[in-house]
C-alpha cells in the first residue's frame, strides 16, 4: 500500500495522507500479504501469454497500441475461421489445420506491417522449457529426468513473433479439447443417465505432516500421505430424479502414484456401492491424462479386462491436456485445509496416514449423521503392501498409438479396446441408437488390439 502511495503522489497534484489513502482501497482490492503462488498452470496458455505479453510490450514502446493482441482465447482465434454456430467451437478441420482458409498465416498477415517496421527490435520475453536435469538417487545411481524451467530469452522481434507463431500451430486444438471435454464431463454430471455411474478421480498432491509446538528435528523427517480420491455420480435410489455426488476417499502410506494404484482404489469404490444395491449398467471414468496412472499402456490394458473383472461396461473418458482440474481437486483441498487447520488449533496430531483417515471419518464424513443426503464424503484406509502390483496376466501389452490425441477410450474383451479423438454424450451416444450429433467433431470409434505380435517383441 504504501509503494501505491507514493506512486500516487507522484503522478498526481492530490495531496492525501497514507491513512486516508488506505481507507479508500476496493473491497475487491487484496495487499500482497495475502496473495497466492499461482500453480499448476497449463505451460502451453502461459507460453502464450508471456509472449503475448512481450508483443504487446514492443507494440506500445512503438506506440502502436491499437495492434495489441487480446487474450489466448482471441489470438487462437485470429489463426482459425469463424466458430461453428452450433457447436460454440471452430470446425475440426480448423483446429487440425487442414482449412485452407485460415491457419496462421492469418495471425501472420496481421503481424506483417509491425515486422518490417520492428523486425530487429531486441526484446525480451520468458517461455516455460523442459529440460534435462540429473542427480544421483539414495543408491548413488544418476537418474536424468525433465523438468519444466522458465527461461528468459533475448532476440529480436522477428523471433518472438516466429516463436509465438509456431506455438499457435497447435494452440486452437488444445483450446477446443479443453473445452469441449468440460463441457462433456459438465453435462453427464449435470444429468446423468439412469443406472449410469460417473466417476471422477486424481491423486493429490501428497499430504505433507506436519505439528504444532513441533521440536526442531521434527522438521526433516515429516511424513508425506496419499490423497485418492473417487468423486462419484449416480442417480439416488430414493429420488431418481436427483444426481447423488459420493466422495470416496483413499488414504494410504503407500507413496508410489501409479496405475496399480488407481485400479484398487476405483475398484474398492465400485464395490462399496453395489454391495449397497446401487444398480449400475454403464461405468465412466473421467481424469487427467497422466500416462502412469490413468492414460497409459497398464490402464488401458486393466480396461479391457472390466468388463470380466464387473460385468459392467466401462469407459475411460480424459479432461484436455493440462486442464483435468475438476471436483477431486476441490476435495484434496478440503481435505488438506481442515487438517492442517485441525493441527494448528490442537484439536490433533496428525503424524500417520492411519491419523489422517481417523481425523477424515470422524470431522469430514458426510453426512455425519447417517442421515439421508445427496452429497456423501466418506474415507477409506488402504496401508502398504495392500495394493497388488504383481498381476502378470495383464502385462506384455502395448500402448495406443498418438495416446495424447486421444480423450475417450472403450473397453470391449481382454486386451481388445476402442478409441476416438473426443469424447460425447448426446442421446445418440448414450442410448447407442441413431447417429451420433456432433460425429464430424468427435469422430467414430477405432478398434485396436493391445497384443504383442511375436515379430513386435
Known amino acids: 500500500m504504501k509503494e501505491a502511495w507514493v506512486q500516487f503522489k507522484e503522478e498526481t497534484s492530490t495531496s492525501i495522507s497514507y491513512s486516508k489513502f488506505c481507507c479508500f482501497r476496493p473491497k475487491h482490492t487484496k495487499c500482497m500479504a495475502k496473495d497466492r503462488f499461482k500453480t499448476c498452470c497449463c505451460e502451453y496458455c502461459e507460453n502464450i501469454t508471456l509472449k503475448k505479453k512481450a508483443v504487446n510490450s514492443v507494440l506500445q514502446t512503438a506506440g502502436h497500441g491499437e495492434m495489441f493482441l487480446g487474450s489466448k482465447f482471441a489470438i487462437a482465434d485470429m489463426t482459425c475461421c469463424a466458430p461453428n454456430p452450433v457447436l460454440h467451437l471452430h470446425n475440426k478441420a480448423c483446429i487440425d489445420r487442414e482449412c485452407e482458409n485460415c491457419g496462421i498465416s492469418k495471425f501472420h498477415e496481421v503481424m506483417v506491417p509491425m515486422l518490417d517496421n520492428l523486425s530487429d527490435t531486441q526484446t525480451t520475453w520468458s517461455a516455460w522449457r523442459s529440460e534435462k536435469s540429473t542427480y544421483k538417487n539414495k543408491q548413488g545411481t544418476e537418474v536424468t529426468t525433465n523438468k519444466q524451467v522458465l527461461v528468459k530469452i533475448d532476440g529480436p522481434f522477428s523471433q518472438l513473433i516466429a516463436e509465438l507463431e509456431e506455438d499457435l500451430h497447435t494452440f486452437a486444438w488444445h483450446l477446443a479439447n479443453y473445452q469441449w471435454q468440460q463441457r462433456q464431463f459438465d453435462k453427464l454430471t449435470r444429468d446423468v443417465p439412469t443406472r449410469w ?16 509446538d513441533e521440536a526442531q528435528g521434527a522438521h526433516w523427517s515429516r511424513q508425506q500421505i496419499t490423497i485418492h480420491p473417487v468423486v462419484c455420480y449416480y442417480r439416488c435410489p430414493d429420488h431418481p430424479e436427483v444426481t447423488t455426488q459420493e466422495t470416496f476417499c483413499f488414504i494410504s502410506n503407500d ?47 486393466d480396461l ?58 470422524s470431522s469430514l464424513t458426510k453426512p455425519a ?71 464430424s467433431f468427435v469422430e467414430d470409434w477405432k478398434e485396436v488390439s493391445l497384443k504383442v505380435n511375436r515379430r513386435q517383441k
Open 197 to 212: 455411474l460417473v466417476m471422477c478421480m486424481d491423486y493429490g498432491e501428497n499430504f505433507t505432516c506436519a505439528y504444532q
Open 255 to 301: 507413496l508410489k502414484h501409479d496405475s496399480h494404484g488407481v485400479q484398487h482404489f476405483q475398484q474398492q469404490a465400485l464395490q462399496t456401492l453395489l454391495e449397497r444395491g446401487i444398480n449400475v449398467t454403464q461405468i465412466i471414468h473421467f481424469s487427467d491424462g497422466c500416462p502412469s496412472q490413468y492414460k497409459g499402456k497398464a490402464s488401458f490394458i
Open 304 to 361: 479391457s479386462f472390466a468388463k470380466d473383472d464387473t460385468g459392467i461396461p466401462t469407459e475411460k473418458h480424459f479432461f484436455g491436456s493440462r486442464h483435468g482440474k475438476g471436483p477431486c481437486d476441490r476435495e484434496i483441498g478440503v481435505v488438506k485445509r481442515l487438517a492442517r487447520q485441525a493441527v494448528l488449533r490442537r484439536k490433533c496430531i496428525i503424524a500417520t496416514a492411519q491419523d489422517l483417515y481417523e481425523y477424515g471419518c
Open 369 to 439: 449423521d447417517n442421515s439421508h443426503s445427496h452429497t456423501c464424503r466418506q474415507f477409506f484406509f488402504v496401508r502398504e503392501g495392500t495394493i497388488v502390483r504383481d498381476r502378470p496376466d495383464r502385462t506384455g501389452g502395448k500402448g495406443i498409438p498418438g495416446t495424447r490425441k486421444l480423450h475417450c477410450v472403450r473397453g470391449h474383451s481382454p486386451f481388445i479396446v476402442s478409441y476416438k479423438e473426443r469424447s460425447c454424450f448426446c442421446e445418440a451416444c448414450v442410448t447407442l441408437e441413431g447417429e451420433c450429433t456432433n460425429k
